[in-house]
Every structure is written in C-alpha cells, then in structure tokens.
C-alpha cells in the first residue's frame, strides 16, 4: 500500500446464505481509505452499503455469511482474521458509528462507564487517567457540561447528545479508520449540521480515515473528499466529490440527482427510476446490472462485463453504457376517467 | 376562498402520575395553531420530531380529542364531531400516513384495504364497487391482479401508493399526508411525489402536506408553516419562507439544509455558525422566558412571524 493508504479492499465478496446457497450482497467491490479523507459510499437502501461496513468490522454471523477477498489493514488481512483477532483491532484502531445511537448504548449503563470500556479493554490507562479521558472525550465531541453527562444514562439524553456520546466512544482509542453508517439518519435535520460539522471537526484533528455511509447526496455534497456510489453490490462510479456533483457520468448517479426534489431547482417534475430494484436472490449477475432501468438504452451500448474505467484521472464509470444514455422523456399524468365523471 | 378554517386549535395530552395516577402535567402537543385551506392548494408543515406535525394531522381528521379551538368546513362547525358515515366532512378529508405497511391492515386483501372507504361513504352497487377499484388501482399505476394481493406481497412504495388508492377513493377534497415518502428510497419517492401532484392538479386536490423534509416540502407546497413546540414560528408563501425567512428558529432550519453541491460548504458551514450565533443572541425576542413561542404577527399580507414587536420589520 501506498504511504497515505490505511485500508485497501480488494475484490470484496460478501455473501449471505439463503437456504443452502451463498447470494453475494457485496460483488466484487474494491475500495482505498486514504488517511485523512472522508470516502462517502452511497446508494439506495439494499445496495450493499452496510453489508460493506460490517464486511471491514467483522460483525457478522459467522455462520451464515462468506467474506472473500482482501481487507489489508496494519499489514494484515482482515477478512482472514478469527473473531478474537477481529476484537483486538474494532474500536481501537477502526471504530464504528451505527444509525441508532439508542440502541448502540447500553441503557443499563452510565454514559461515562460505556465511554471507559473502550479505554479499559484497548490502553493501559489508569482509572484516574481514563475518568479524565472521558470528560475530556465528551467535551471533544461538544458536549457542554460532561460531569453530568458522564452519570447519566441513554434515555436521559437527547437523540443528538446520544450521537455525540457514540462519537465519543468510537473516537476514545484514537482509530486510524472510523466506520460511521447513516449516522445522521435518524436525527432532526438541525442536529444532523452539527453532527456532520463535529466529524469533519474531529476528522481534521485526528486525521483519521473515514467511510462516511449515506443515501443523502446533500449529506455527501456537505461533508465527503471522495465519493464511491454503489448499485447491486457493486460500485458503478467513483470520484472526488467535486468531479461527481459536476460531471455525473453513470446513468444511475444521474438519475438519482434527478429525483431529488432540490431546493433551488424549478422543475415540477422529479426523475423516476424505471423497475425496481431487484431483490439479493435476483441480482443479476451478469452484463450491466442496472440496464434493466434503462431499457430505452440499447443493449449494444452496454459491456458485455461491465469493468470500472477510468475516465479522468480519479474518475471511474462502470460500464460504457454512460456514452450513450440520455433520460427519458416523461409524459406525466393523462386525465383519469374516474375523477373527470364527478 | 377557503373551505376550511382551523382557529385557535389545541391538542393537550394529560400526562399521569404519582400515587393516585393523577393528572400531574399536560403534553401541549398543539398548542394554538390557526390555518386556512383554499381549494387546489398545498400546504407544508414543517418541523422537528416530536413538535406536534402527526398530532395536528390527526386532530384535523378528528383521530385526536381537540381541547380547544374550532374547525369550520364549509361554514359548519365540525370540531370533535364524531367520525360517521353521513358526515360530507369526513368524506372529503383523507389521511396519508408515513408508515403505509402499518396503515394496511395485513389480513385484508387489497380489494377490501381500497374499498372501506367506497362502502362507508359512497352507495355503490357490487359491479361499480369493482369498477372504481381497478380504476384506482390504474391511477396509482398497479396492475389489476393487485386486487386479491395481500399488503406484504407489495414494496414501500407500492404500498404506498394502495394508500393513496384509498385516500382518494371518496373524490376528497383534501388530503392529510404524513410523512408519506420519508420512508421511501429517492427513486420511489419521486414517483409517489409526481404522482401527488398529477392528481392535484387534475382534481384540484388540496393537500396539508406533514414532512421534516423541507427540500421536499418546497417542491410541493404553495404555502408553509413551520412549527415548533405545538406553534407556528413562522408562516408564508413558498418565496416568503425560502427567501426571506424571519424567525431565527426558520433560519436555523433552512441553513441546516445540506445542499446538494460541494460548492461553497466551507462558507456555508460558518453561516451555519454564524446563524447558530444569532440564534442565541435573538432568543428571548422570538421565545418567552418558558420556550413558548410568541403569537404571530403580520409582516406582510401573506407572512408571519412569531415574535416580539420589538423585532423589526413587523407590520
Ligand atoms: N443477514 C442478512 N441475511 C440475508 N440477506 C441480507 C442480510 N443482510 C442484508 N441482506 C441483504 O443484502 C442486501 C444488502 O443489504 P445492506 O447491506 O443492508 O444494504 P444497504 O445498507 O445498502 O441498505 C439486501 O438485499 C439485503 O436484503
Ligand atoms: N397519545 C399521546 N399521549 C401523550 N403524548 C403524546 C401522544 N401523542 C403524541 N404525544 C406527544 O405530543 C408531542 C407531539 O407529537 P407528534 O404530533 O407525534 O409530533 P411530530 O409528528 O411532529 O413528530 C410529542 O411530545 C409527543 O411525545
Ligand atoms: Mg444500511
Ligand atoms: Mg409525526
């Protein structure tokens, strides 16, 4: 790996067992974390973005799932490491942020306590030592009054404040990468600028690599260095946030900024993908998967195995499906026999 | 002019405790919010979780006790009057829900989900009773074999569409929707939004349309109200609240707002700063020394803000 290269996945496969089949969720996905970046993986919900997340984490049931391919981090092979190994480097050197803070605490236990476990399994810190960690952890992360905070419990805390306490923790051990999957999800949109503002803050300081997972493209737009989009378990295009919000190239990016409802855009009518997105059992797994959405494209204008390529430098489209696509012209809605009769 | 006219219109919870199970607090859910709905027309409700959006929706559907205020439809008051068969109110206003999959009863076939509210309001013979079913079904763009489905056998968006085959099964005139794509993917949100604003037009169907989104909202809504703690900080004409917001509460909101452009962040993550500033600053000229929102004063014939008359610009 290159010097400012922390995580290279190579050719990440993982699938998850249906009856006695394995069904690749992530197929074939090859991604760098580079230190101090913001990657943002983003796409509709059952791409495969979490499948990703917890493929790097090593949070899955063993039993019913299979990770092939490379995860090289520190020199190691993550996707080759035993689940005691795997404990040994999750929440020290790469943490993760869930979606739900509420139900990543333990209601059981104080604020502080839960901030300390980390500090307690991965650094040899005295108690006096970690107690002032913690304070100063919950200050990091905006937290005004920490002395309190520290005593309380999850359910006294606001849904931000308990996105702030689970940044807190996935920072305490200062990790090289941090995993933060929808972390904003959940939150009303003001608390999400000061959630967003706090990573980019903290991101900055540590200079930590993070994989900022989402379904926004404002949130992407607000907060990303680089921006990986994913369709089907694979990645259809990649490149710096800038390029990507100038000069969308696969038919699939394009078409989600289209259906955005934008704030200063005039247009009535918002983008429709065509079909649905299929299920993990009907994946197609072959040709363009996403031509099955844009049916009015050709099928010559597609690769017979789609590869990523490389366009400008650092921009990357699958397929060449890009070259010849345009939207479809949408008719809107005709008079409905039903309503006309009143 | 308006059809309907909600005054004044309260929803407080009692909230029980104590030894004896005694009404120790109430949840003032609503708290005083007056609006009027034109024909045609699409109004915003926009706020963050918890200020009371969902329980005005259902209050205004007469889901929810009203405590206080009235609601007037065409000139008749209808304020807490049973929901019954009779009733032209209770069949011109229809509710969308956020959560289509909950709002479907699951042991019902799609036949039966769509065709409750054709039975209780309108007198219609077998044969006519399927008829406007696949005609519904047509307009919300599902396949006719869809009628002897059951509700799980459908996506998020499809069952939200067999919601707004029965929302607008009675011809209503207005339509309660509740977070009704917030669940949904970007692509089949824009379907659901499109197809809300084809039948709007065509029908002339007026909507109070509940969401946290406001990028969502501006592309829906003629007219906006936002609210925070069960009252109206500010409300307006589309161009009144996007381009020239005067609460600080409204500002705090818009500049949250992530754009969808990495053009310009920088500076617009030390506006979100600077905003935050003066939000601290201006507080007590926009909230009471409890956190109440002040009552609404007229900067112009269309827009309205909730604050002090020190503040400037107000009429
Ligand atoms: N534990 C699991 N068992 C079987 N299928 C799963 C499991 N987890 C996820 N999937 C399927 O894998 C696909 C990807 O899911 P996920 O990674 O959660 O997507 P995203 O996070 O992008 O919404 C989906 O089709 C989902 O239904
Ligand atoms: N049945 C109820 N009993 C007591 N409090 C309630 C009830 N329903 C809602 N509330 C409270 O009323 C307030 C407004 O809730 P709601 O209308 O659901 O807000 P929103 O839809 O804007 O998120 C919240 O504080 C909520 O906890
Ligand atoms: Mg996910
Ligand atoms: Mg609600």
Known sequence: MKGNELLKINNLHTGFRIKDTFYDAVDGVSLTVKKNEILAIVGESGCGKSTLATSVIGLYDQNKTRVQGEILFDNKNLAALSEEQMNDIRGFQISMIFQDPLSALNPLMRIGEQIEEGLVYHTTLKQTERESRVLELLQQVGIRNPERVAKQFPHQLSGGMRQRVIIAIAIACKPQIIIADEPTTALDVTIQAQILDLLIDLQAETEAGIILITHDLGVVAEVADRVAVMYAGEIIEEAAVEELFANPKHPYTRSLFNSIPQMNSQSDRLNVIEGIVPSLMNLPRSGCRFSSRIPWIPGEAHEENPTLHEISPGHFVRCTCWKEFHFKTDKGGGTHELYANK | ?315
């Open chain 2, 1 to 315: 002019m308006s059809f309907m006219q909600i005054n004044d219109l309260k929803v407080h919870y009692p909230v029980r405790g104590g030894f004896f199970n005694t009404v120790i607090d109430q949840v003032l859910a609503v708290d005083g919010i007056t609006m009027e709905f034109e024909r045609g027309k699409a109004y915003g409700l926009v706020g963050e979780s918890g200020c009371g959006k969902s329980t005005t929706g259902k209050a205004l559907i007469g889901l929810e006790k009203i405590t206080s205020g009235s609601i007037i439809y065409e000139g008749e008051n209808v304020t807490n009057k049973r929901r019954n068969r009779k009733s032209s109110f209770n069949r011109d206003v229809q509710m969308i829900f956020q959560d289509a999959h909950s709002s479907l009863n699951p042991r019902k076939r799609v036949r039966d989900i769509i065709a409750e509210p054709i039975r209780n309001f309108l007198n219609l013979t077998p044969k006519e009773e399927e008829r406007k079913i696949s005609e519904l079904l047509e307009i919300v763009g599902m396949p006719e074999d869809a009628k002897l489905k059951y509700p799980h056998e459908f996506s998020g968006g499809q069952k939200q569409r067999l919601g707004i085959a029965r929302a607008i099964a009675t011809n209503p005139k207005l339509i309660i929707a509740d977070e009704p794509v917030s669940a949904l993917d970007l692509s089949v949100q824009a379907q659901v939004l499109n197809f809300m604003k084809d039948i709007q037009n065509e029908f002339g169907l007026s909507y109070l349309f509940i969401s946290h989104d406001l990028g969502v909202v501006k592309h829906m809504c003629d007219h906006i109200s936002i609210m925070y703690k069960g009252r109206f900080v500010e409300t307006g004409t589309k161009a009144d609240i996007y381009t020239n917001p005067q609460h600080i509460y409204t500002k705090r909101l818009l500049s949250a707002i992530p754009e969808v452009s990495p053009v310009g962040r920088e500076n617009r993550k030390r506006e979100r700063i600077r905003v935050e500033q003066n939000y601290q600053a201006e507080h007590k000229n926009y909230f009471d020394e409890n956190e109440r929102v002040f009552d609404l004063l007229q900067v112009s014939n269309t827009h309205y803000v909730a604050s002090t008359s020190q503040v400037k610009g107000v009429l």
